[in-house]
C-alpha cells in the first residue's frame, strides 16, 4: 500500500464531538480513490459505482494531519476496485479503513461501461516500477 496524500484536519471538517466528520473522510475516501483509479487506467472517464463497507476505528482531530493509503484490489473488463487506508500521519493509526470502493470507466460519450484493457498484474508491475 502507497501512501500517496495527505489532509490537514481543519475547524471545518470537526462534527459535533470536535472530530472529524464521516461525511467529510468519506469525500476524501472517493476523491482519493477516483484519483489513484484515474492514474491506475489513465483516464478520466470514470465513475464510482460501489463503495463497501468503511470501518472507523479512530477518531481525527483538528489539527492532525491525515494521510491516505492506496492500493488495487483488483481489476475487472470495465472496473477496477481500490482499497483505502486513512490514518493519522504521526501516530500510524488507523482512522477507517474503506476496503472495496470501485469504479467504473466510462464512454465520455454514451456513458456506457467500456472496457479499459487493463489487468491486476499490469497495474502491480507499473506501481512497482513508479
Not at 4 to 12: D, K, T
Not at 109 to 114: R, S
Amino acid at each position: 500500500m502507497r501512501f500517496l496524500s495527505r489532509r490537514l484536519v481543519l475547524p471545518n471538517d470537526l462534527n459535533y464531538a470536535n472530530s472529524l466528520f464521516g461525511g467529510r473522510a468519506l469525500a476524501w475516501i472517493d476523491e482519493e480513490a477516483a484519483i489513484f483509479a484515474i492514474c491506475q487506467l489513465e483516464t478520466n472517464c470514470l465513475v464510482t459505482k460501489h463503495i463497501g463497507a468503511i470501518n472507523f476505528e479512530s477518531p481525527a482531530l483538528q489539527g492532525d494531519v491525515v494521510e491516505f493509503g492506496l492500493s488495487t484490489k483488483s481489476v475487472g473488463r470495465t472496473s477496477i476496485t481500490i482499497t483505502c487506508l486513512m490514518r493519522n500521519k504521526v501516530t500510524k493509526k488507523t482512522i477507517c479503513l474503506a476496503d472495496d470502493i470501485v469504479f467504473v470507466q466510462v464512454d465520455p460519450e454514451t456513458k456506457a461501461p467500456k472496457p479499459h484493457g487493463k489487468t491486476l498484474e499490469g497495474l502491480q508491475a507499473q506501481e512497482e516500477a513508479d
